[in-house]
């Protein structure tokens, strides 16, 4: 993915993204290189160290999802993160 998808993605501003890149890539764990396609682009990806980690990091990622949305049925679940898409979606265009 993009530096750009990335930095929509997360919400967060291009320039907190770089420092976060910037750790990552000292720890080994991303490399930021030329998109293929377009020379301007850079992508963002896992090292081999970073794929290493990649799964003890989504289960901790799926522990807190689960953990966060206790409670709720799956049908609860989906309508939940449909309406924060529609917010994000909003909140973007302001």
Known sequence: M???????YLLVSRQNLT???NRLEAQGLTSRVSDATDGR???VVL???G?????KIAQGIAVFHNEALAGFSVDERELF???VDKLKGNLTDL
């Open 2 to 8: 993009t530096v750009n998808e990335l930095s929509d």
């Open 19 to 21: 420092g976060i890149l």
């Open 41 to 43: 682009a850079r992508r």
């Open 47 to 49: 090292t081999n160290a």
């Open 51 to 55: 794929r290493a980690i990649w799964p």
């Open 81 to 83: 993160l449909r309406q």
